[in-house]
């Protein structure tokens, strides 16, 4: 509690301490009122009751009493929590996509991450997108979850006000590996942001895939997610693992229709933008989104030249 | 005694012998009891997978199972704990037995829809049932079948949805027959101002039952239509809206809360009385404020979507009018222990469960209120900290109230007594179990650990540990508190017709109750709870 970890962390704080407050009073003063009663009016010290009806006094009284109090609890969590649909006007935009089950992060000039690093004190916008179902993204130290509906854009804001790492979870179930749907947030030094920053930026990028076979096409799967799912060192998970997978003959089945065949470019380019077509024996339909929107021609290519060096 | 001659319901043989006897009866006693045997049965289905998580979540990593099966489970644990337990819950099992003996009937109005309500009951859990058998493996959506997931998984969404929109039908035919006999069957005299607090829940349940489950029925429809037929209500990559869905979900689902917990208070303002000797405190205020809790209930279900993406007005509006919801609970809690003072207390098991029942309740609904507001909800919603409030209201809640009840009315059913000092012992290590499963998890959401993982990182062990000892602990309180009651039907206990001196005109016929229940019928000439 009170890391300070983001601009909503002590608002939503002070609002937890004022409800949690509220309600340990009341929990220990009406049951220490029962005890009292149970003790006091035991049939053994009090054997005839007293015919009470009710009270109305009493029932206005406990009435607006904790009207008043609930009142007071909704103002403070609505005024705590309206800033957060109010983002500043120069703040930093990151466009977040969620799919089953990883993270992407895309800042301004086009560089992507999986992990999220942002910049000391600085606010930042993330536009929540999700390709297929919905997921949310939890920040639990800024105390800021929005969740990653497909088909619209939500927005999230915050200000990173402490250096550190810190988790970011899935929240909304979202399938079988939903609980491995983890990332990091780094917040840095402005300075060590900027440094970052210019690695990555996009003709570095371009100069490591010159020097590099198949560099380019291992970015691509890294900030795609692909690796949820799918291994480079021969383990099965939920897809096919990529090792070796170029150039292998596998058993496919095409509507039912089971057929051998040898992985090559088409074959991959398929697998990506219509991955429910051919599906690989002892794999199930229905587990991956197409890429068709996410990844043109080009980008393939890079993904296929990056596979076919998994020997 | 003249009225000797006159069999009791479970002696009684009608057209048929035996367990058909059972299965073609119109009696709403008979009904009622096959009810609790059924949910009993489910409930324990429930449990089991409820440890089977518990067990899988002791540390982090793969214990028992893979996380489908772990998804799966989970799944199946909500909906048979919800829709086959807590839903029809109170109202089936103890709103059969008791509602017409307590407002001098000999039946429900219309006894046979009774028993077609049973059966739907029974052939939708059947189909909930097989879906985990049959078609590309069992269901791993969750309860809600949130979309566009429900749409996409491979599992056998259609056939659980399907089940789940028959018991859809059961729960109204229930809430239709409960609503006319109060309309049409209160003994003479019983004016609805002198109807027993238990009833007037049972009619606000009624309305809830009545108006809100259709609207569960056309969304489950929606969703079968869009696997089966491909159109788009929900998939966004077929044009449609996946918070529509959630709002078309949570508009009966929030509703469905209440209708679990309305006849648990109701069973509650029954037991507190006959344990005081004296009137319930303030019986006007309990009315109304479960009618206002039926009605309220209706506009605060976008609390559960407050980080959906929903409109800043929506997300004010909805938390506004939840904070307002808290009241009437509130009022109910004051006046049952308004009720304690002055009176001449009897600490029997029924009242302990009852006293049992305000605790847990109250932190449930305290939880409610960090839920409710805007700005704590966003960093607790969907983490444990609401499978704990969940659990502390519904299991808490209409839990406790279930067993309170079947305590208070078990010697009405069987006309015999339980060994009190075991029922005693099973609810005091059952009380300490609940709270050591269920607390940490408040922590554990306050931590930030999502709900539904199979998997966790390191450092929320401690408290998963801490619960999941807890479920042990529990489950044994179960077991003594089950199999007491159990034994009590025959060998062990001892005949009376009504060893509390209950004020309520179930107390003033034989146990167990002759087949229509009254020689008479009663004429009523005082409120409900008046004690000479």
């Not at chain 1, 927005?155 to 899935?170: D, N, R």
Request: proline fraction near 5%; charged fraction near 15%.
């Amino acid at each position: 509690m009170y890391s300070g970890a983001s601009n909503l962390v002590t608002t939503t704080d002070n609002v937890f301490f004022l409800i949690i407050g509220i309600s340990v009073f009341f929990l220990i003063g009406i049951s220490a009122t029962i005890i009292w009663f149970i003790i006091r009016y035991n049939n053994k010290k009090h054997p005839v009751a007293e015919q009470i009806h009710g009270s109305l006094t009493l029932e206005i009284v406990w009435t607006v009493i904790p009207l008043i109090l609930v009142l007071i609890m909704f103002f403070y969590g609505w005024a705590g929590y309206s800033p957060v649909r109010d983002a500043p006007k120069d703040a930093l935009n990151i466009e977040a996509t969620a799919r089953m089950w990883s993270w992407s992060f895309k800042y301004p000039n086009g560089v992507q991450t999986d992990t999220l690093i942002i910049p000391l004190n600085k606010a930042v916008v993330l536009d929540l997108i999700s390709i297929d179902v919905v997921h949310s993204l939890y920040i639990p130290a800024f105390r800021i979850k929005e969740d990653m509906v497909p088909g619209r854009t939500n927005k999230m804001w915050f200000i990173g006000q402490k250096t550190g790492t810190y988790e970011l979870f899935c929240a909304e179930y979202c399938g079988l590996s939903h609980s491995y749907m983890f990332t990091e947030v780094k917040v840095l030094e402005q300075q060590e942001y900027d440094n970052w920053m210019a690695q990555r930026s996009d003709t570095a990028a371009q100069a490591v895939a010159m020097a590099v076979p198949g560099a380019a096409g291992r970015r691509l799967i890294e900030v795609n997610g692909c690796l949820a799912c799918h291994s480079t060192d021969g383990s099965k998970l939920i897809g096919p693992t990529f090792k070796g997978v170029y150039g292998q003959t596998i058993t496919i089945s095409t509507d039912g229709q089971t057929r051998q065949i040898t992985v090559d470019d088409a074959y991959i380019t398929k697998s990506i933008y219509e991955p429910d077509v051919d599906i690989v024996e002892g794999y199930r339909k229905g587990q991956m989104q197409s890429y068709k929107n996410q990844l043109n021609d080009q980008q393939v290519q890079q993904i296929i030249e990056y596979l076919s060096t998994l020997k | 005694m003249e009225n000797n001659h006159l069999p009791n319901y479970l002696e009684y043989r009608g057209k048929y012998k035996g367990l058909l006897g059972w299965l073609t009866t119109t009696d709403h006693k008979r009904i009622g009891l096959l009810y609790m045997y059924s949910m009993l049965t489910f409930f324990a289905t429930g449990a089991v997978l409820g440890i089977l998580m518990r067990l899988e979540l002791i540390a982090p990593g793969k214990q028992l199972m893979e996380a489908q099966t772990y998804n799966a489970l989970f799944t199946l644990h909500g909906l048979s704990m919800i829709f086959l337990f807590v839903i029809p819950g109170v109202a089936a099992v103890f709103g059969n037995f008791i509602l017409p003996i307590i407002i001098g009937a000999k039946d429900v109005a219309f006894p046979r829809v009774n028993l077609l309500s049973w059966y739907l009951y029974i052939i939708g859990a059947i189909i909930v049932l097989t879906s985990q058998f049959m078609g590309d493996g069992p269901p791993d959506t969750g309860w809600t079948f949130y979309a566009p997931y429900s749409l996409k998984t491979q599992t056998n969404v259609v056939a659980a949805v399907l089940g789940a929109f028959v018991l859809g039908f059961s729960s109204i035919l229930t809430g239709l027959n409960f609503i006319t006999t109060m309309h049409r069957l209160r003994a003479p005299g019983m004016g609805w101002m002198r109807m027993p607090i238990f009833a007037w829940t049972l009619y606000a349940t009624g309305w809830i039952q009545l108006l809100a489950t259709p609207i569960v029925g056309i969304t489950l429809l929606m969703i079968a239509a869009e696997r089966l037929l491909g159109i788009g209500f929900f998939d966004p990559a077929l044009g449609g809206d996946p918070i529509l869905y959630q709002h078309l979900f949570w508009t009966y689902s929030h509703p469905a809360v209440y209708i679990m917990i309305l006849p648990a208070m109701g069973v509650i303002s029954e037991i507190i009385p006959t344990f005081s000797r004296k009137p319930i405190f303030g019986y006007t205020a309990l009315i109304i404020s479960s009618m206002a809790i039926a009605f309220v209930g209706y506009f605060v279900w976008g609390h559960h979507m407050f980080t959906s993406g929903m409109s800043t007005g929506s997300r004010w509006i909805f938390s506004f009018l939840s904070f307002i919801v808290a009241l009437p609970s509130a009022v109910k809690v004051f006046n049952w222990t308004a009720t304690l003072y002055k009176g001449s207390i009897r600490l029997q098991t029924p009242f302990w469960w009852a006293m049992g029942f305000i605790f847990v309740f109250m932190i449930g609904g305290f939880s409610g209120l960090v839920v409710g507001s805007l700005a704590t909800d966003i960093h607790v919603h969907d983490t444990y900290f609401v499978v704990a409030h969940f659990h502390y209201i519904v299991f808490g809640g209409t839990g406790f109230a279930f067993f309170a009840a079947m305590h208070y009315w078990w010697p009405k059913i069987y006309g015999r007594v339980y060994n009190a000092k075991i029922a005693n012992i099973g609810l005091g290590i059952f009380f300490t179990g609940f709270n050591i499963i269920y607390f940490p998890m408040f922590i554990l959401g306050m931590q930030g650990m999502p709900r539904r993982y199979y998997d966790y990182l390191p450092q929320f062990e401690n408290w998963n540990v801490v619960s999941t000892i807890g479920s042990w602990i529990m489950v044994t309180g179960l077991i003594i508190i089950i199999t007491n009651l159990l034994r009590a039907r025959k060998a062990t206990g001892k005949i009376v017709d009504d060893p509390w001196d209950g004020p309520t005109l179930e107390w003033s016929i034989k146990s167990p109750p002759i087949v229509e229940n009254f020689e008479e019928i009663p004429v009523v000439t005082t409120g409900p709870y008046e004690f000479k």
